[in-house]
């Protein structure tokens, strides 16, 4: 398994704790998910910043993808080949951490996003 644990910075943790309060969304890990396939949609590749040092937020690999573990990963994969970047499993974990951190960002930054239901709507607005 190329990723075996998904790294939260300090900053995104503050983000997502703000998240879960206005969406109601009892779990980071969903969160995560969310943020994840939101920076994806985005055409650019994530801006690639030097990354924290300090992860106060680990989750395992299966915490963060559940059953469609997959699908995540195949998407990962397939993003890294449309950016032209390697497969290879430091530059998967690099990039799974990029997405994750820009796509909590822009959901952080969305004041308008207050709930579940607007989530979905965005959802379905990108789609």
């Known amino acids: ?9 300090k900053a995104g943790k503050d983000q997502l704790a703000t998240l879960k309060r206005r969406t109601k969304i009892p779990t980071w890990n969903i969160i995560c998910r969310w943020a994840f396939c939101v920076s994806l949609a985005e055409r650019t590749p994530p801006h690639a910043h030097r990354l924290d040092s300090e992860y ?3 989750m395992t690999w299966k ?3 559940g059953e469609y573990g997959g699908v995540y990963l195949a998407l990962l994969k397939e993003r890294c080949v449309h950016d032209g970047l390697e497969l290879s ?4 974990q690099r990039q799974l951490r990029l997405h994750v951190h ?4 822009y959901l952080a930054g969305d004041k ?16």
């Open 1 to 9: 398994m190329p990723i075996e644990t998904v790294r939260i910075s």
């Open 102 to 105: 820009r796509g909590i960002s």
């Open 63 to 65: 915490t963060f993808a």
């Open 56 to 58: 106060p937020i680990e």
């Open 112 to 127: 308008g996003l207050q709930s579940i239901e607007e989530l979905i709507a965005r959802a379905v607005r990108v789609g």
């Open 89 to 92: 499993d430091d530059e998967l």
